[in-house]
């Protein structure tokens, strides 16, 4: 089964952003780009929210910012990583007569 593309908006709390990476966090595991594509998305905005604020539970809890980003690099690399083995192949043609030269 495809995975979608989640398309975000400004209206996502810190905890349906949180919700989002943890659903999208076996993204090397199932080899899934669009996974990784969401889970960074949802790191991405993560980091825009005032994270002191996050509500778990009904009490406050802090998201540690650092792991966030390390885990945000960890998935950006792996993405680019992916999208350079699945390159397109080139083609080479010699040219005509090339060994004649």
Not at 9 to 20: I, P, Y
Not at 89 to 101: C, E, G, M, N, T
Request: aromatic letters at 4%; proline letters at 3%.
């Amino acid at each position: 089964m495809a995975t979608t593309r989640i398309a975000l908006n400004g209206t996502l709390s810190a905890e349906q952003l949180q919700h989002m990476m943890a659903a999208n966090a076996a993204y090397r595991t199932n080899c899934d780009r669009v996974m990784a594509e969401n889970f960074i998305d949802a790191a991405e905005a993560l980091l825009v929210v005032p994270l002191e604020e996050v509500d778990h539970s009904g009490e406050r809890a802090r998201v540690k910012v650092s792991a966030i980003e390390e885990r945000l690099a960890k998935a950006v690399s792996w993405l680019e990583s992916e999208r350079a083995c699945t390159a397109t192949p080139r083609h080479f043609v010699p040219a005509r007569d090339w060994r004649d030269s």
